[in-house]
């Protein structure tokens, strides 16, 4: 069954700190892996996208990584700012008869307190 | 913005009343997507439209009736919902319906409330 799990649910830290969210996933075949960012009454904003052959991506503070090996990915937040309170929603994508399958994770809701 | 908006952002209805809402991409996108995302669940396809024509409609309910018009429209029509219904209603498009890159551009939401 294609599933993407994410820990934590939740995850309150202090502005300046760092944190780590975890996604495991068993979607196949891969397709790619994508970080979104979704603000309170916003919908998601893609951070990052990997694919296979690829272990880290950075875009600004957010930093992703791969283990396809493992089906593991995390998205490290570095220096916290309250602005990067929001939702954080993995996605993995299959690909199945010439289309694209995206599978969602629950998201992470992280909390950035002053 | 990502260049997709929807209209409504917050509707209430009454299980017995008929709505709808309404998607409109400025990305020259060609692929248009329903989704339902409720409380601690993750992100429910509801319908896929490439090119104006639909191609995937994941088990919904007949409550629940798309419509596209052009490539640049959505609409999702709602009638004799159930207050199970309420969720927050994501409209997203992409390039193709099979991107290489799989990016789709989401809307703000319509937070439906159904009672």
């Known amino acids: 069954k294609n599933q993407v799990e994410q820990s934590p649910q939740s995850l309150i830290i202090l502005e300046g700190k760092n944190c780590t969210l975890q996604?495991?996933?068993?979607?196949?075949?891969?397709?790619?892996l994508r970080w979104y960012k979704q603000d309170t009454g916003r919908g998601p904003v893609s951070l990052t996208i990997?694919?296979?052959?690829?272990n880290t991506k950075s875009n600004g503070r957010y930093t992703a990584t791969l283990d396809a090996d493992t089906k593991q990915s995390s998205l490290h937040i570095t220096a916290s700012q309250l602005s990067d309170s929001a939702s954080y929603i993995c996605?993995?994508?299959?690909?199945?008869?010439?289309?694209?399958?995206?599978?969602f994770g629950r998201g992470t809701s992280l909390i950035v307190h002053p | 913005e990502t260049g997709v908006t929807q209209t409504p952002r917050h509707l209430v209805m009454g299980m017995t009343n008929k709505k709808s809402l309404k998607c409109e991409q400025h990305?020259?996108?060609?692929?248009m997507y329903w989704y339902k995302q409720s409380a601690k669940k993750p992100l429910e396809l509801m319908f896929v439209?490439?090119?104006?024509?639909?191609?995937e409609n994941n088990s919904v309910p007949s409550r629940f009736s798309p419509e596209c018009p052009n490539s640049s429209h959505l609409f999702l029509h709602l009638h004799t919902l159930q207050p199970e219904d309420s969720a927050l209603y994501l409209c997203?498009?992409?390039?193709?319906?099979?991107?290489?890159?799989?990016?789709?551009?989401f809307g703000p939401g319509t937070r439906l409330t159904v009672t």
């Open positions: 997203a498009s992409s390039q193709d319906r099979a991107p290489r890159s799989g990016e789709q551009y």
């Open positions: 996604c495991n996933y068993t979607v196949s075949p891969f397709s790619n």
């Open positions: 990997m694919t296979f052959s690829e």
């Open positions: 996605v993995v994508s299959r690909t199945s008869g010439g289309s694209y399958i995206p599978t």
């Open positions: 990305l020259g996108h060609n692929a």
């Open positions: 439209y490439s090119l104006e024509e639909r191609v």
